[in-house]
């Protein structure tokens, strides 16, 4: 039996809130299909995405009020995931039901629990508080992704990847010369990296002239902190050079917060949810629109490279990798995975 690669008993993002509306959104989470959907007062409903009848997906029906009503022969449900009504036939018995699942709207995303429903705390869903401070202007969107959910937290773990990645836009020559400190408690994974006294990559020299018209050289900052099951938090940004940001005063430079969400759909499926979020220039919706358009091709540069990593890996299965230094978080990561994943009863369906 392969080894489970993802624990159940967690949050999982699930959907950007603006996706969730009054249609049914069907979405593979872990293995499991699950149907989404907004009942009448806007609170987000998850249930299991398969008829009890015939297995039609639920996703395929239709809402009525706060009942979701298969697509196939009228068969009809509540958001606890029992039958309520079964065309030409007296009240459903209890029996007749589908699986539902915890669910929580928080930070402009919507999270299922698919463990045991008596865990399910909504106290420990993920912080991903920026994407709903005012202090902080979100642009962000979900990518799929044809890979272990894992390879995304890899990728973003190990940005000395953006020297040959991401060349034009984010990549220096000077980052892999540059260490990192990798550090972890029981609930994250920390890999820092800072870049002193450069001149900065494309896109850091595009920001810091159109934010503070400066255009000479930058210390920069890469803070990237992994949380299970697999959220990356990256605190990234560029400040003049010399000005104090690796002492704590940040002042003369720019932040980000770019946030990531990475969701097993599949064991080599997933759902990869991005933010880029700043602290400046809030009204510039013309830079709101470069930096969507920025991302969306450096994330397309990552899809690239780890798609083919999976192919490889799919078609090579007895090949052997090393680790090197670099992978230090990564290496945690997974052991911070494994290691709870292992404390849970059972199994999940896709293991
Ligand atoms: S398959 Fe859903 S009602 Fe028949
Ligand atoms: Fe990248």
Request: hydrophobic residues 40%; proline residues 6%.
């Amino acid at each position: 039996m392969n080894r489970p690669i993802y624990m159940n008993n967690a949050w999982y993002a699930v959907a950007w809130s603006h996706e969730l509306a009054r249609e049914p959104l069907g979405r593979r989470i872990c293995g499991y299909p699950i149907v989404l959907y907004r009942t009448a007062d806007g609170t987000p409903a998850a249930l299991e995405d398969l008829c009890c009848h015939r297995l039609l997906p639920l996703s395929l029906g239709r809402i009525e009020g706060d009942l979701l009503v298969c697509g196939y022969h009228g068969l009809t449900f509540d958001r606890s995931g029992q039958c309520v009504r079964i065309p030409s036939q007296g009240t459903p018995g209890r029996h007749v039901r589908v699986r539902s699942y915890p669910v929580v709207e928080r930070h402009r995303l919507v999270w299922v629990w698919i463990g045991d429903p008596a865990l399910a705390d909504p106290a420990v869903v993920p912080d991903l508080h920026w994407h709903d401070d005012p202090e902080w202007t979100f642009v962000g969107d979900l990518l799929p992704m044809n890979c272990d959910y894992r390879l995304v937290a890899d990728n973003l773990l190990d940005l000395t990847h953006e020297t040959w990645v991401h060349q034009t836009s984010i990549g220096h020559a000077l980052i892999p010369a540059c260490p990192i400190e990798t550090t972890s408690d029981g609930g994250s994974v920390t890999v820092s990296r800072w870049i002193l006294d450069h001149e900065p990559a494309p896109f850091w020299r595009f920001l810091m002239k159109r934010v503070r018209g400066y255009e000479g050289r930058c210390d920069r900052w890469q803070i990237v902190k992994f949380v299970p099951p697999c959220n990356v938090v990256l605190h990234i940004g560029v400040a003049e050079a010399g000005s104090g940001a690796r002492e704590g005063d940040m002042s003369k430079g720019i932040r980000a917060m770019q946030l990531n969400s990475i969701t097993p759909a599949t064991a080599d499926s997933c759902w990869y949810f991005w933010s880029f979020n700043r602290n400046f220039l809030h009204e510039d919706e013309e830079l709101s629109s470069t930096l969507l358009t920025t991302s969306r091709r450096i994330f397309g540069e990552d899809q690239v490279i780890i798609e083919a990593q999976q192919r490889a890996m799919r078609e090579n299965p007895a090949a052997a990798t090393i680790n090197i230094n670099l992978d230090a978080g990564s290496v945690r990561m997974r052991q911070m995975i494994d290691a709870r994943r292992a404390h849970e009863p059972g199994t999940s369906r896709a293991d």
